[in-house]
């Protein structure tokens, strides 16, 4: 059975870091997309950051160069360093796994078939 286990998360200040991780295990695939999630306070969920197992990685537009994601060699955890912190970061952060799609990886959530359980971000002013 696939596991995904995040930690790190927390409370900081605006301007402040956090570097989040997603412990991964039994993760079948070569091949992968994975990716960061986040739902804040009375908002929809929407992705973050994505990496693709040959390498590459997206951001979403609000990420503005603040964030950085990355796997360990051994494809056994996934991390999110995020650096300025704003209020509007504020959210439960949440890893995923899954196959790539014909086009690589997104932020629709359907491709992605295992979830961890999320990890609280709170961001003061």
């Given amino acids: 059975q696939v596991q995904l ?3 790190g998360g927390g409370s900081v200040q605006s301007g402040g870091s956090l570097r989040l991780s997603c412990a991964i295990s039994r993760y079948p ?5 994975m990716a960061w999630f986040r739902q804040g306070p009375g908002k929809e969920r929407e992705g973050v950051a ?3 197992s040959a390498g590459s990685a997206r951001y979403a537009d609000f990420v503005q160069g603040r964030f950085a994601v990355s796997v360990d060699n051994a494809k056994t955890t996934l991390y999110l360093q995020m650096n300025s912190l704003k ?5 439960v952060y949440s890893c995923a796994a899954g196959l790539p799609t014909p086009s690589g990886c997104n932020f629709r959530v359907e491709p992605y078939h295992y979830w961890g359980q999320g990890t609280q971000v709170t961001v003061s002013s």
Avoid: G, L
């Fill in 50 to 52: 994505n990496i693709h």
């Fill in 87 to 91: 209020p509007e970061d504020t959210a």
């Fill in 5 to 7: 286990v995040e930690s």
């Fill in 29 to 33: 695939y070569s091949r992968y997309c």
